[in-house]
Nanobody
Framework: QVQLVESGGGLVQAGGSLRLACAAS????????MAWFRQAPGKEREFVAS????????DYADSVKGRFTISRDNAKNTVYLQMNSLKPEDTAVYYC??????????????WGQGTQVTVSS
């Protein structure tokens, strides 16, 4: 069993920045692919970014590429999402996900509860 807890969400003006964190407990995530997804009201959950266990394989959705950066600190059992140049269309609940032998937007077995990100114009 693994538990994932997101933090760092909040309200920010367009053009601003936020850093989300996903802390894992129950087991180490050092061998997991980790990912961020988001879901806005009335829309399907969409893939945002993923990072392999080594950090050498990183993928981003086209909508966030160049603005968001995913990273991980396996010693702290934590994954991060640095979000810069935020736009109102980035407003969503952001979810952390993880699992072994998963890639990109695959069926991750472990999910956090989500954290709200609201970007005002």
């Amino acid at each position: 069993q693994v538990q994932l807890v997101e933090s760092g969400g909040g309200l920010v003006q367009a053009g601003g920045s936020l850093r989300l964190a996903c802390a894992a407990s129950g087991r180490t995530i050092s061998t997991y692919t980790m990912a961020w997804f988001r879901q806005a009201p009335g829309k399907e959950r969409e893939f945002v970014a993923s990072i392999s266990w080594s950090g050498n394989s990183i993928d981003y959705a086209d909508s966030v590429k160049g603005r968001f950066t995913i990273s991980r600190d396996n010693a702290k059992n934590t994954v991060y999402l640095q979000m810069n140049s935020l736009k109102p269309e980035d407003t969503a609940v952001y979810y952390c996900a993880g699992g072994n032998y998963i890639r990109q937007a695959g069926p991750y077995p472990y999910w956090g509860q989500g954290t709200q990100v609201t970007v005002s114009s």
